[in-house]
Nanobody, 119 residues
Framework: QVQLVESGGGLVQAGGSLRLSCAAS????????MGWFRQAPGKEREFVAA?????GSTYYANSVKGRFTISRDNALYLQMNSLKPEDTAVYYCAAGPVVVTSALSYPYWGQGTQVTVSS
């Protein structure tokens, strides 16, 4: 089992920045893929960014490319800059065996943290 706990969400004005963190514990593996997903009210959960826990290549949704940065050291992070109202959602940290964009491939999830961007 892997436990994931997100933090860092909040309310920010459009154009502002937030940094999300995800602390992982339990039976983690350096081969795990770590991802950020988000879900807005009435919408499906969507891929935001991913990285392998051991490092290496990063992957981003087109909607956040150039504005968001995923990274990790002892925790997983998502630096979000130039935030837009359409970025408003609950953001989830996820862990799984493969770096993919499908939420179905990630068996471990955090509880989520709310990000609200006001216009």
């Amino acid at each position: 089992q892997v436990q994931l706990v997100e933090s860092g969400g909040g309310l920010v004005q459009a154009g502002g920045s937030l940094r999300l963190s995800c602390a992982a514990s339990g039976r983690t593996s350096s081969n795990y893929a770590m991802g950020w997903f988000r879900q807005a009210p009435g919408k499906e959960r969507e891929f935001v960014a991913a990285i392998r826990w051991s490092g290496g290549s990063t992957y981003y949704a087109n909607s956040v490319k150039g504005r968001f940065t995923i990274s990790r050291d002892n925790a997983l992070y998502l630096q979000m800059n130039s935030l837009k109202p359409e970025d408003t959602a609950v953001y989830y940290c996820a862990a799984g065996p493969v770096v993919v964009t499908s939420a179905l491939s990630y068996p471990y999830w955090g509880q989520g943290t709310q990000v609200t961007v006001s216009s």
